[in-house]
């Protein structure tokens, strides 16, 4: 069982960069594939970026490749997501999420994560 929470969201203005942490408590930390995932106001929540077990791979969506980079202390349990250049359409509620157990390979191709934190939102003003 892993258990998470997100922190660093605030109100920015565009073209600034934010820097979110997602804390981890549990032993599983390290053996966990940790994702971010996003929901814009009135839209469906979707998925950005992942990072593996020890941190070697990384993955992105096409849209966020660039300003997004994802990255992850294990001696910390825990997992941030560093936005730079960010835009009004950044404006999200955040969560990470993890997936234990399971492959890089599979958790790309299933993007399915067992473990959620409560979100942390994120407002940028243009």
């Known amino acids: 069982q892993v258990q998470l929470v997100e922190s660093g969201g605030g109100l920015v203005q565009a073209g600034g960069s934010l820097r979110l942490s997602c804390a981890a408590s549990g032993r599983t930390f390290s053996s966990t594939v940790m994702g971010w995932f996003l929901q814009a106001p009135g839209k469906d929540r979707e998925f950005v970026a992942a990072i593996s077990w020890s941190g070697s791979m990384t993955y992105y969506v096409e849209s966020v490749k660039g300003r997004f980079t994802i990255s992850r202390d294990n001696a910390k349990n825990t997992v941030y997501l560093q936005i730079s250049n960010l835009k009004p359409e950044d404006t999200a509620v955040y969560y990470c999420?993890?997936?234990?157990?399971?492959?890089?390979?599979?958790?790309?191709?299933?993007?399915?994560?067992?473990?959620w934190g409560p979100g942390t939102q994120v407002t940028v003003s243009s």
């Open positions: 999420a993890g997936q234990y157990g399971s492959g890089w390979d599979q958790v790309l191709k299933s993007r399915r994560f067992d473990f």
